[in-house]
């Protein structure tokens, strides 16, 4: 069974500018999560998504954005990018069936410069 | 709040011995717990989960946790550490609210295991 996968796995942006991240969960799982790790804050949750509904957000502004698609693929955006915003970016696809496990991809390096 | 605490940074150990990684946590309800680890440019890998049961878990790559309810503990544990093992490891606990839930993380403690 294929893991998770992000694309892309490293990306730079400059200040102002947007970012579209994509994650592919493992097959048949419908619910997507996301979160953000950094040195300073560590392992912060973003979103869930779980059949093309977000239920669940995390304490992030505005500029943090996500969808999900009718094939479970997920995809966030940030918006005007700041230099703050330089972070690993994780997927999990969560197994459903009450064993609460999450399995996440390799994530994405975002640098803002 | 609801939290997860990893008191150590670093934990240093000798090929061989036993190590523990140390983890608390504040919730309210019963505790899902959760171990994963971090080698370095990866995502995080599940080592061992705790929902209900015996409290003793054992997980992947020979690694176990013990749930002490009194102490709010859910530490991690090896027989014998190998080289290998070096990583950043994860403490986490599923929060339920409002019909939702999602993962809240510990700080990371970074193992360092030396021949």
């Known amino acids: 069974k294929a893991g998770v996968t992000q694309t892309p796995r490293y990306l730079i942006k400059t200040r102002g500018q947007q970012v579209t991240l994509s994650c592919s969960p493992i097959s048949g799982h419908r619910s997507v999560s996301w979160y953000q790790q950094t040195p300073g804050q560590g392992l912060q949750f973003l979103f869930e998504y779980f059949s093309e509904t977000q239920r669940n957000k995390g304490n992030f502004p505005g500029r943090f954005s996500g969808r999900q698609f009718s094939n479970s693929r997920s995809e966030m955006n940030v918006s005007t990018l700041e230099l703050g915003d330089s972070a690993l970016y994780l997927c999990?696809?969560?197994?459903?069936?009450?064993?609460?496990?999450?399995?996440f991809g390799p994530g994405t390096r975002l640098t803002v410069t | 709040a609801q939290s997860v605490a990893q008191p150590e940074d670093q934990v240093n150990v000798a090929e061989g011995n036993p190590l523990t990684v140390k983890c608390t946590y504040s919730?309210?309800?019963?505790?899902?717990l959760f171990w994963y680890v971090q080698y370095p440019n990866r995502g995080l890998q599940f080592l061992l989960k705790?929902?209900?049961?015996?409290?003793l878990v054992k997980g992947s790559y020979g690694f176990e946790a013990e749930f002490n309810k009194s102490q709010t503990s859910f530490h991690l544990k090896k027989p014998s550490a190998l080289v290998s093992d070096s990583a950043l490891y994860f403490c986490a606990v599923r929060v339920f609210s409002g019909g939702y839930n999602k993962l809240i993380f510990g700080a990371g403690t970074r193992l360092a295991v030396h021949p």
């Open positions: 999990a696809s969560n197994g459903g069936g009450g064993t609460y496990e999450q399995y």
């Open positions: 919730v309210s309800g019963n505790p899902y």
């Open positions: 705790y929902i209900t049961g015996d409290n």
